[in-house]
């Protein structure tokens, strides 16, 4: 049966396996791309979701594709490269899908029956979670680290793209899971946080900073051996901890969002013998609360009043900043959590078709939380009094506080700023918009200040997040280019790589490459200042052969 016109689409855009372009292709430029811009953008994302016979039921299982745009003297490289994950390896040597991902359960041995299967899995507490690192990067000193959401981190050479060692999280900090979305403070130090669910029944959430660089470099020491824990926050429930996907900075406090949308470790624990998948074991809870956690980056402690809101479901924080004595943060906030629904691939399809299960549009919600809250406040009494937002944080009784959102604007996610302004005040966010329809999508900024909007966006075309990159002498939060790949559901239109005028939204350069390119998440523009081309490490494979050499291991 020949394919509709939105099933092709889908196939094109999220189905269909991606061929690795290991060499460089250089790209096709029109425009003129800006001299100063040097440097690599990295993006990761899904590639591949099929292995032989077996599918992957989720766009978030597919296995990690990196592709990278070298950009120098107005000319642009591309190439891509599978992650050779063990999970990728242990794939491919067996043909088929054996590392269970977020939505599909994998079986390493079908053959077994239920009760030996039942036996392998109880011998191990907690399942090995897959390396599968398909999500975001994270800049670690020198050193480049691909990331999901589980134990697991992937160093790669950021310029070929080959994949380095397996970092397991648990080895530096007691987590089992981490984010994808680490922050950086001015020094590169890097901070994130992590859920605790094996420690003798006390889950916890774990906020730890990786330094960035070892005192003792000089000795090879990777800086993750002075990973240190800032502050652990006990979960609500000691059963059900809460997921998230990312967490908020200012320049002294973290924001921590312990959201009604929750992963059962009760459910986890038997997910592989009942045959369901992690997804499965995670839900929204919408008689729940939504708890704000404020952290003294200084002190490690958390700021005692407990600040809640409604229910609801945040992927990603925006940016958070101190004003006048209260803390502003910025969301993506959602109902609840149907959006990862709409990624099992069925449903692309379906949505693809037509008969879409309704997009969840987002809203852009600002938070504004007191920093001292004065005991004596009469209960009911709004304890923001700043002019510059309409949110509210209203005092009742048992030094609880509830925080009312101001309604920025709707229908945006993949949020980037400009990163020299993360936990300061700021004013723009460059985004994906998130419409109902038409699909495709465009990108956008949105001026907080003035509530407007820019958009960009051409017919067939699929932006990714769009990546800030400031001019060497910016003088406003502005100035800087927009970078994204773009790719399009229309076969017969080649990729590229747009870098738009941030400020005005003028295209300024396209780079075509003639290479199937996919669909990605998240991305990091490395400046070619930032390295010394000869300080990157070798890859697994020549550190291999050099310890085989050597004897060492
Ligand atoms: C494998 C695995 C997980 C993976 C989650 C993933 C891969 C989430 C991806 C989210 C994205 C891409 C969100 C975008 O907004 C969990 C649930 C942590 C539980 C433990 C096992
Ligand atoms: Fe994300």
Known sequence: MPLSLGACAMEVLFGR???????????????????????????????????????????????????????????????????????????????????????????????????????????????????????????????????????????????????????????????????????????????????????????????????AAAPDRMKRKSPLQHTEVLCSIPSR?????????????????????????????????TAYIRGVSWASCLAFHREDKTYIHIVNQRTGKLVSTKFYTDPMVVFHHINAYEEDGCLLFDVIAYEDSSLYNCFYLANLKQGFEGNSRIIPVPTLKRFAVPLCTDKNAEVGSNLIKLASTTARALKEKDDQVYCQPELLCEGLDLPRINYAHNGKRYRYVFAFEVQRSPIPNKILKYDILTKSFLRWGEQHCWPSEPVFVPTPDAKEEDDGILLSAIVSSDPQKLPFLLILDAKTFA??????????????????????????????????EVQDRASSQTGQV
Not at 255 to 267: A, M, T, V
Not at 513 to 535: A, E, N, Q, S, Y
């Open 17 to 211: 396996n991606k061929k690795e372009q290991p060499e460089p292709v250089r790209a096709k430029v029109t425009g003129k791309i800006p001299t100063w811009l040097q440097g690599t953008l990295l993006r990761n994302g899904p590639g591949k979701h099929t292995v032989g016979e077996t599918r992957y039921n989720h766009w978030f299982d597919g296995l990690a594709l990196l592709h990278s745009f070298t950009i120098r003297d107005g000319e642009v490289c591309y190439r891509s490269r599978y992650l050779r994950s063990d999970t990728y390896n242990a794939n491919m040597e067996a043909n088929r899908i054996v590392v269970s991902e977020f939505g599909t359960m994998a079986y390493p041995d079908p053959s077994k029956n239920l009760l030996s299967k039942a036996f392998t899995y109880l011998s191990h507490t907690i399942p090995d979670f897959t390396d599968n690192c398909l999500i975001n990067f994270m800049k670690c000193g020198e050193d480049v680290y691909v990331t999901t959401e589980t134990n697991y981190i992937r160093k790669i050479n950021p310029q070929t793209l080959e994949t380095l060692e397996k970092v397991d999280y648990r080895k530096y900090v007691g987590i089992n899971m981490a984010t994808a979305h680490p922050h950086y403070d001015s020094a590169g130090n890097v901070l994130n946080i992590g859920t605790s669910i094996v420690d003798k029944g006390k889950t916890k959430y774990v906020i730890f900073k990786i330094p």
């Open 507 to 540: 295209e300024l350069a396209r780079a075509y490459v003639d290479v199937d390119m996919h669909l990605d998440l998240h991305g990091l523009f490395i400046p070619d200042t930032d390295w010394d081309p000869r300080k990157q490490a070798p890859s697994q």
């Open 237 to 269: 429930s000691l059963l059900s901890p809460s997921y998230y996907h990312s967490f908020g900075v200012t320049e002294n406090y973290i924001i921590f969002l312990e959201q009604p949308f929750k992963l059962d470790i009760l459910k986890m624990a």
